[in-house]
């Protein structure tokens, strides 16, 4: 069974950097596409940052430039470095693991961004 565990939210300021982190356990982690969503109150959970096993990474555009998504497939963690953070990066954040179309969500950490 997968799990997946989150730390590393809380509130920061505008132009601050929070780093999340993500341990799975219960998979095979190098052979899984990782990722990072977030849902604001109100709208959709949308995609943050994606890494494939093969390495490929995809951001949305609010994030690029500003947010890093990388893993360590030896501690079966992935990270979300987030630095420049804006207020509209305010939502609960949620790691994900996906294979072969079937996905898994750890239970999300909240990212507060206000002054």
């Known amino acids: 069974q997968v799990q997946l565990a989150e730390s590393g939210g809380g509130s920061v300021q505008p132009g601050g950097s929070l780093r999340l982190s993500c341990a799975a356990s219960g998979i095979i982690f190098s052979v899984y596409a990782m990722g990072w969503y977030r849902q604001a109150p109100g709208k959709q959970r949308e995609l943050v940052a994606r890494?494939?096993?093969?390495?490929?990474?995809n951001y949305a555009d609010s994030v690029k430039g500003r947010f890093t998504i990388s893993r360590d497939n030896a501690k079966n963690t992935v990270i979300l470095q987030m630095n420049s953070l804006k207020p509209e990066d305010t939502a609960v954040y949620y790691c994900n693991a996906e294979r072969l179309g079937a996905q898994s969500w750890g239970q999300g950490t909240q990212v507060t961004v206000s002054s």
């Open positions: 890494l494939t096993s093969g390495g490929s990474t």
